[in-house]
């Protein structure tokens, strides 16, 4: 079973950056992909940026393109996610997520999740 660790979430001004870090133990991380989910108050949650086992395939939500970096190193079994140019729509507890493949993400392990509130 694996288990994942957000962290470096926080209060940002509008324009301002954070960078949010995942730990994965339990498993063999360099063989998953992984992503970034968030949830805003009274929204569902959406999927952010994800990254496949090798890092050589990312994918990110349209919202996020440009602005958000996902990245990942195998040695440190730790995913980031670097966010530039945060606007207070970026606002909601981020989760770090793990499978076998990033179309099945969604499906798989997940951390407690980690708060970013942007503030204008």
């Known amino acids: 079973q694996v288990q994942l660790v957000e962290s470096g979430g926080g209060l940002v001004q509008a324009g301002g950056s954070l960078r949010l870090s995942c730990a994965a133990s339990?498993?063999?991380?360099?063989?998953?992909?992984m992503g970034w989910f968030r949830q805003a108050p009274g929204k569902e949650r959406e999927f952010v940026a994800a990254?496949?086992?090798?890092?050589?395939?990312?994918d990110y939500a349209d919202s996020v393109k440009g602005r958000f970096t996902i990245s990942r190193d195998n040695a440190k079994n730790t995913v980031y996610l670097q966010m530039n140019s945060l606007k207070p729509e970026d606002t909601a507890v981020y989760y770090c997520a793990t499978n076998h493949a990033i179309a099945t993400l969604s499906s798989g392990s997940w951390g407690q999740g980690t708060q970013v509130t942007v503030s204008s």
């Open positions: 339990g498993r063999t991380f360099s063989s998953y992909a």
């Open positions: 990254i496949s086992w090798g890092g050589g395939t990312t």
